[in-house]
């Protein structure tokens, strides 16, 4: 198996901790040494999260049922992704 760095293994994780980032937001300083931060609803940052979970799980079956040799399999994944990305598009809020 060749090296594959880690930045391969951990983007989705870190598009979608972006993506919840962004519906976190500092609260005034009041002198306190730490930041305080709080969770606000916004919804782009929750369908940016879902994309990214839902392409780690497409990614991840689309490359398994290509390991395994299954190229029908691999196929419908791959255009159910379409499908999928479509809806997910369809779905985005303005911001």
Known sequence: MP????QVYSGVAHAELWGLWRGITE???DGH????????NHPLA?????K???GAVVITAARAANYLGSVEQHKRILQWAKEADTVMDALRPSS
Not at 3 to 6: A, E, L, M, T
Not at 33 to 40: D, E, G, M, N, W
Not at 46 to 50: D, G, K, M, V
């Open 33 to 40: 040494p730490h930041r305080p931060y709080k969770i606000v």
């Open 27 to 29: 609260l005034p300083a």
């Open 3 to 6: 090296p594959v760095p880690y």
């Open 46 to 50: 929750i369908h940016t999260a879902a």
């Open 52 to 54: 990214a979970a839902v």
